[in-house]
């Protein structure tokens, strides 16, 4: 009897040690870079380091999420000191973006959520696009706050859904100029809040963008994803002079680098 409780003991252990192995596995994946896509620690650091710079905003705080090309949460995190520091609800605002801008961009032509916001007006082309991919409040507000913007935040490894269409979401190419996802950050103005997306996106080098519906200054026949202020069809709202004047600035400052993907000319 004693000899058969014992194997049954080894038996049930080698189970519950295989089984964590299993999970540990599974987990590890969401919380590591993967397909290219920033490590935590590295999103969390880039993203305090352009915080501080002028972006034509308040100067608060932020919290950035990044998705996968499925639209998987792979990283939460904030640049203040603790989850109270930002405004709470910029923590989802930061996914939805990101859901957005990898939701509505292509291998060979981007869009930032910024380029959304005229289009969606009533009366225009795309009015009603907030509400077709609906955010997961489950996902949003599951688990425990306390590790809301750590690498236990509940929405990392699932897909957050959700359509915003004001500054904050870009898109993320690799060298190779493949598309692994996107970037949200929200905690500002609209339009600081994409001045902080497009420098962090930079600092990551991962915005060699193939093509856009903004042109780049001295760039002839050369576009990319950049927030657009006199453009009727892709106008965004302007928040400030300094915010405005950053943008504009960034073919010289932080210009999109040259990606290898070719966007073809398609017949109409």
Same mark, same amino acid.
């Given at each position: ?108 032509? *981007? #869009? ?5 916001? =005229?289009? +969606? ?7 009603? /696009?907030?509400?077709? &991919? ?68 930079? *600092? #990551? ?5 193939? =093509?856009? +519906? ?7 026949? /050369?576009?990319?994803? &950049? ?42």
């Amino acid at each position: 009897m004693l000899k058969n409780i014992g194997l049954k003991v080894r038996l049930l252990s080698a189970v519950v040690g295989v089984a964590l192995i299993v999970s540990v596995a599974l987990i590890a994946p969401m919380s590591a870079a993967a397909d290219g896509l920033p490590a935590a620690k590295d999103l969390r650091d880039k993203l305090k380091s352009v915080v501080g710079s002028d972006n034509g905003g308040l100067e608060f705080d932020m919290w950035a999420t990044v998705v996968d090309r499925d639209g998987v949460v792979r990283a939460v995190v904030f640049s203040g000191k603790d989850r109270g520091w930002q405004w709470p609800g910029s923590r989802v605002i930061s996914a939805q973006k990101a859901n957005t801008a990898n939701a509505f961009s292509l291998p060979d032509f *981007a #869009l930032s959520t910024a380029n959304l916001y =005229a289009a +969606v007006q009533p009366g225009e082309t795309l009015f009603g /696009l907030q509400e077709s &991919n609906p955010v997961d409040t489950a996902v949003a507000y599951g688990g425990n706050s306390e590790d809301y913007g750590t690498d236990k935040d509940f929405m990392i490894g699932k897909k957050i859904g959700g359509v915003n269409v004001f500054g904050g979401g870009l898109p993320l190419y690799d060298k190779t100029g493949k598309l692994v996802g996107a970037l949200g950050v929200s905690g500002d103005t609209s339009c600081a809040d994409h001045n902080i997306a497009w420098k962090l996106r930079h *600092a #990551l080098e991962l915005d060699y963008v193939p =093509a856009g +519906v903004a042109e780049i200054r001295g760039k002839e026949h /050369l576009t990319n994803d &950049n927030i657009v202020y006199d453009d009727v069809d892709w106008a965004h709202p302007e928040c400030s002079d300094k915010a405005r004047e950053v943008a504009e600035l960034f073919y010289t400052t932080r210009p999109t680098r040259k990606s290898p993907i070719i966007r073809p000319t398609r017949k109409p």
